[in-house]
């Protein structure tokens, strides 16, 4: 009933109203009796997780491969390998940092993307860049990815790294959990990736202000 409420108020105040026939209701750690209650008062779909939300997946448990399938094939189909040869290097270069290179950035700042997904997108633009088709022989390439993927001052051409990004995206939860504690899902329970809260960790130093925030 507080959802449906919550909606109608902000019906009435924007005018802007809720198509509950369109809602999706994911229950996650619910015994049947309160799902079944949410759903008299509030009938809106059931979709148990795995869902796709905002083209991102998301489930209570590791995804399994062909949950990140789709994303790998979504790089794949953004390929214009017809129009290849119409571009230089330098035009596939952008292409790759532009486009390709940002369909997973969604996707890895909620979920870290197995050694495979990452293989498979790289593998993708590297055949994209180099021969402007779907694969490459290694004598097609010209530079290692690893060393295309340097900033341009290291010599490289600033091509994003996937492990590394990925990262970096997951590191600003534990940022805004840190610096806003308004956000609604800051007293959530969450496990951070042991790696990711290292290199949070060293990333970061703490000044005593007004001690409001700092408990001892």
């Given at each position: 009933?507080?959802?449906?409420?919550?909606?109608?108020?902000f019906a009435a105040d924007s005018g802007l109203r809720t198509n509950i026939e369109k809602c999706l209701t994911s229950p996650?750690?619910?015994?049947?009796?309160?799902?079944?209650?949410?759903?008299?008062?509030?009938?809106?779909?059931?979709?148990?997780?795995?869902?796709?939300?905002?083209?991102?997946?998301?489930?209570?448990?590791?995804?399994?491969?062909?949950?990140?399938?789709?994303?790998?094939?979504?790089?794949?189909?953004?390929?214009?390998?017809?129009?290849?040869?119409?571009?230089?290097?330098?035009?596939?270069?952008?292409?790759?940092?532009?486009?390709l290179s940002a369909i997973p950035v969604h996707t890895a700042m909620a979920n870290a993307l197995p050694p495979w997904v990452?293989?498979?997108?790289?593998?993708?633009?590297?055949?994209?860049?180099?021969?402007?088709?779907?694969?490459?022989?290694?004598?097609?390439?010209?530079?290692?990815?690893?060393?295309?993927?340097?900033?341009?001052?290291?010599?490289?051409?600033?091509?994003?790294?996937?492990?590394?990004?990925?990262?970096?995206?997951?590191?600003?939860?534990?940022?805004?959990?840190?610096?806003?504690?308004?956000?609604?899902?800051?007293?959530?329970?969450?496990?951070?990736?042991?790696?990711?809260?290292?290199?949070?960790?060293?990333?970061?130093?703490?000044?005593?202000?007004?001690?409001?925030?700092?408990?001892?």
């Open positions: 009933m507080l959802t449906k409420g919550i909606l109608e108020l996650i750690q619910c015994f049947l009796e309160d799902t079944v209650s949410l759903l008299q008062h509030f009938p809106s779909k059931l979709s148990p997780l795995p869902i796709t939300y905002l083209g991102i997946p998301l489930a209570a448990r590791k995804l399994k491969k062909c949950e990140l399938q789709p994303l790998v094939d979504k790089v794949n189909d953004c390929l214009p390998t017809w129009k290849a040869k119409l571009l230089s290097k330098a035009g596939r270069a952008v292409l790759v940092k532009a486009k990452i293989k498979c997108i790289d593998k993708h633009c590297r055949a994209f860049l180099w021969t402007g088709s779907d694969s490459a022989k290694l004598g097609n390439c010209l530079l290692a990815w690893s060393k295309v993927c340097r900033p341009p001052d290291l010599g490289g051409l600033g091509f994003l790294d996937l492990e590394l990004f990925g990262y970096a995206l997951r590191m600003r939860w534990l940022w805004f959990k840190r610096t806003d504690p308004s956000r609604p899902w800051d007293n959530l329970p969450d496990v951070a990736e042991p790696l990711v809260t290292s290199m949070f960790h060293a990333s970061v130093s703490v000044q005593i202000g007004d001690r409001q925030n700092s408990l001892f």
